[in-house]
């Protein structure tokens, strides 16, 4: 199947610093990346949904400037955390969609953000 | 609004025993629906997918599962588990006609086997 590769996979900042995570499709072209965020044994919430070359789609709640998403090319995508605050501290997980008719989302390893 | 409810959060089984994870979900019309399985900080792997025919579907490492319209489940089962089966397990839903396009998630299983 698909691969999609997300880092890094643990980082550690400091509160007030930006992180950027990476998510690639490595062996297939994706139009569209997905982001998502998991809490303690809470499921998975989408945040945004990015599209090669245009902005990302934020889900309601979701602060566009604080989570700066872009897509610029087609098999990457980054998810930037501005001024980190401890409780941004999460699972960070994208997933890639073949194509625009795929039928399947691919997830990546995850990243695991803790904000000191 | 779509959503998705995992009635156990945690399950214990011994192995070799049989196992039934439940999933149902609330959608306004023919859902595709998933069964994703999580390791330890690790991303999510696709078990099996339902988009439609034939309502039994067969995923891999011998997981399977049935949708079942009527009851707005889609049950996950295997016959006899294994202990690197324990890890946590997400039911998943998403719109019809964009494959898993936007999915929404249940809360997640967790299953744990004792050896």
């Known amino acids: 199947g698909a691969v999609v590769s997300q880092h890094p996979s643990r980082v550690i900042c400091k509160s007030g610093t930006s992180v950027k995570i990476e998510c690639r499709s490595l062996d297939f072209q994706a139009t569209t990346m997905f982001w998502y965020r998991q809490f303690p044994k809470k499921s998975l919430m989408l945040m945004a949904t990015?599209?090669?070359?245009?902005?990302?789609?934020?889900e309601q709640g979701v602060e566009k400037d604080k989570f700066l998403i872009n897509h610029a090319s087609l098999t990457l995508s980054t998810l930037t955390v501005t001024s980190a605050h401890p409780e941004d501290s999460s699972f960070y997980i994208c997933?890639?969609?073949?194509?625009?008719?795929?039928?399947?989302?691919?997830f990546g390893q995850g990243t695991r953000l803790t904000v000191v | 609004a779509q959503s998705v409810t995992q009635p156990d959060i945690h399950i214990t089984v011994s192995e070799g025993a049989s196992l039934e994870l439940r999933c149902n979900y609330s959608?306004?019309?023919?859902?595709?629906l998933f069964w994703y399985v999580q390791s330890p900080g690790q991303g999510l792997q696709l078990l099996l997918k339902y988009f439609s025919g034939d309502t039994l579907v067969q995923g891999i490492k011998g997981f399977e599962a049935e949708f079942k319209r009527s009851q707005s489940s889609f049950n996950l089962r295997k016959p006899s588990v294994h202990w690197s089966d324990a890890a946590e397990y997400f039911c998943a839903v998403g719109p019809s006609g964009a494959g898993s396009y936007q999915l929404t998630f249940g809360k997640g299983t967790k299953l744990s086997v004792i050896p």
């Open positions: 990015s599209n090669e070359g245009s902005k990302a789609t934020y």
């Open positions: 997933s890639a969609r073949e194509g625009a008719g795929g039928t399947e989302a691919f």
């Open positions: 959608y306004g019309a023919t859902p595709y």
